[in-house]
C-alpha cells in the first residue's frame, strides 16, 4: 500500500471514494461540495490536507482527510482527522491501517501532541481497528445548529 498526497489526475478516483464516504454516512452531497473539499486540499492556505493509499494495481482504494487543531488546555497543537475512507473492495487490504500510520508519522514530524478523530457509535468494523490504534475517550460530541 502507499500512502501519499493526491494529485490532480487521483480527481475522478478521489470523488468516487469521497462520494461513497458520504454515502456510508447517509450524508447528501453534491458534486459541487466535493468540488470544495477537493479545491480545500489542493489549497495551501486552507488548513485541510488529504492522503489517498494507492493498492499495488495503481488504484486509490482509501483516503484521508486531516488538519491542525490548536489544544489550549494542553499547550499544544494535535492533528484531526475529519474523514478516513477504504473502498469496500479493499476492506481487509491493510489501507485503513496505513493511512492511519501515516498521520502518525506526519503528527510526529509537525511535533502534534495528538491524533484525534470520531466515528459513530454503531461503526464496528472501523471501531475494532481503532481500538487496536488508539485510546477511546470518554468524551460526548455535541453540535450546536447555527
Do not use: C
Request: aromatic letters at 10%; zero cysteines; glycine letters at 8%.
Amino acid at each position: 500500500m502507499i500512502i501519499r498526497q493526491p494529485q490532480e489526475s487521483d480527481r475522478a478516483a478521489w470523488e468516487r471514494l469521497y462520494a461513497g464516504y458520504a454515502e456510508f454516512y447517509g450524508v447528501a452531497q453534491d458534486a459541487g461540495m466535493r468540488a470544495r473539499v477537493w479545491g480545500w486540499i489542493h489549497d495551501p492556505a486552507h488548513e485541510v490536507e488529504a492522503v489517498v493509499a494507492e493498492d499495488a494495481a495503481g488504484q486509490l482504494v482509501g483516503l484521508a482527510h486531516f488538519r491542525p487543531f490548536a489544544r489550549p488546555l494542553a499547550a499544544s497543537v494535535g492533528g484531526y482527522l475529519d474523514d478516513l475512507f477504504v473502498a469496500p473492495a479493499a476492506r481487509g487490504s491493510g489501507a485503513a491501517p496505513a493511512l492511519l500510520e501515516a498521520l502518525r508519522d506526519e503528527g510526529r514530524k509537525r511535533g502534534w501532541s495528538v491524533i484525534r478523530w470520531i466515528t459513530a457509535e454503531d461503526n464496528q468494523r472501523a471501531r475494532a481497528l481503532y481500538d487496536k490504534q488508539a485510546r477511546a475517550t470518554g468524551w460526548k460530541t455535541y453540535d450546536m445548529p447555527l
